[in-house]
């Protein structure tokens, strides 16, 4: 870069820092729309372990625009963050003597899983167990906080949001997933009400707010869509044959494959706001493991009206396409800027990412809209 090119960039930072008065840069209409919107999935867990609140502080000090919990319920119907209702992956309860009673076998969502269930607890007994990191092999340097963190609600997520919106001056959005959602109907906890209530109860309110409601299902993003105005996205499984547990058992169940025609997204886009697909719907990869063709997934989703918003972006080698590693070690980072790079050529509008500080890297100062 030239001595001219460098002058000009700081003349344009210059008009926007004269433009944007310090105090409220939230308000400044200089400042361009956050694109690709950088979505701190499960929070920051490339670093820290999922779903703890030092997960969501580092990603949204990084500058994430949104922090992402999964949300499960307990057996008295509090909403807390945690990938599954299984609590053996990603906490210590299995060092806890007073629960070995309570491990059991459970089918949640077609599949038996052996350990202890989030509906078997109160959430003042969760509040005893504390996080350990679900995947020690791949993450190592996060299976040294094992025991940090405790297992947070959605209530404690939303005043972490609100707080460092004061101290970041700008908006923090929170991405929620309804997790497991007819599993959860079909014992007697549903959560949509929950959610909206809670949400609506923080003042969190219509198209503006900075929240999307997310769900591997579609009733309830259709039943949602009857509760609440707040942004609905619609995920789509990496395997296209599967459906959606609602859909399952319905003579005209859909399959995730059928929601990713133009036909499909155009239905879709009359309940959500936005689209989630596994990557691979963007652009699948070939049979050496490197990123293949684009698909027309996202300009058949933006015909709709749909935002497309991808999962997950991860670091490791082991996550990336093969033209992407960097060495032999499967738990080594490799060039997750390069794949990026190629799906933001496909057009998406934003992606979640372990590593949020890397997608953030790629973007010019921007506010959230
Ligand atoms: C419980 O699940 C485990 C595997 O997860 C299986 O080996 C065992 O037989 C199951 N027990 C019962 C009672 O079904
Ligand atoms: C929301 O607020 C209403 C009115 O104060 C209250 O009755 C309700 O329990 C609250 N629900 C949640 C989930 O916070």
């Known amino acids: 870069m030239g001595h001219q090119a460098m002058g000009w960039i700081l003349l344009a930072g210059l008009a926007i820092t004269a433009a944007a008065p310090a105090t409220d840069s939230i308000s400044s209409d200089n400042i361009i729309e956050c694109k690709p919107l950088v979505i701190g ?44 209702n299984e609590l053996g992956f990603t906490t210590d309860v299995s060092e806890h003597p007073e629960f070995a009673s309570r491990r059991r076998n459970q089918t949640v969502d077609g599949n038996e899983i052996n350990g202890w269930f989030t509906e078997d607890f109160t959430l003042e007994e969760i ?21 940090a963190y405790t297992v947070p609600t959605l209530q404690e997520i939303i005043d972490l949001a609100k707080s460092l ?11 929620p997933e309804i997790k497991h ?33 997310q769900s591997f299902e579609v009733g309830n993003l259709k039943e949602l ?71 027309s997934f996202v300009q058949d989703a933006h015909a709709a009206g749909l935002k497309v918003h991808p999962y997950t972006f991860r670091a490791e080698n082991t996550f990336l396409p093969s033209e992407y590693r960097n060495g032999d070690s499967p738990n080594a980072m490799g060039d997750l800027s390069s794949e990026i790079r190629a799906y933001l050529e496909a057009g998406i509008d934003g992606l979640f990412s372990d590593q949020p500080d890397i997608p953030l890297r790629l973007r010019d100062p921007c506010k959230l809209q």
């Open 165 to 175: 919106q004061v101290s970041q001056q700008r908006v923090i959005g929170i991405y």
């Open 41 to 84: 999935h499960r929070g920051a867990p490339g670093y820290v372990p999922e779903h703890t609140l030092g997960s969501y502080a580092l990603a949204i000090t990084m500058g994430a625009d949104y922090i992402e919990p999964d949300l499960v319920i307990t057996k008295d119907g509090k909403l807390i963050a945690r990938h599954d």
């Open 225 to 295: 869509k009857g509760m609440t105005d707040l942004r609905l996205l619609q995920l789509y499984e990496s395997d296209k044959s599967l459906k959606p547990f609602d859909q399952v058992g319905l003579s005209n169940g859909l399959t995730y494959g059928d929601m990713s025609t133009p036909e499909g997204l155009k239905e879709v886009a009359t309940y959500a706001y936005a689209v989630g697909p596994d990557k691979s719907y963007i652009i699948p990869r070939d049979s050496n493991n490197h990123l293949g063709t684009p698909t």
């Open 127 to 147: 509040k005893t167990l504390r996080a350990i990191e679900r995947i020690p092999d791949i993450r190592p340097g996060n299976a040294r906080l094992n025991g």
């Open 181 to 213: 959602s007819t599993y959860f109907k079909n014992i007697g906890l549903p959560m949509e009400q929950l959610v909206v209530d809670t949400l609506h109860n923080n003042s969190y309110k219509g198209r503006d707010a900075p929240i999307y409601i």
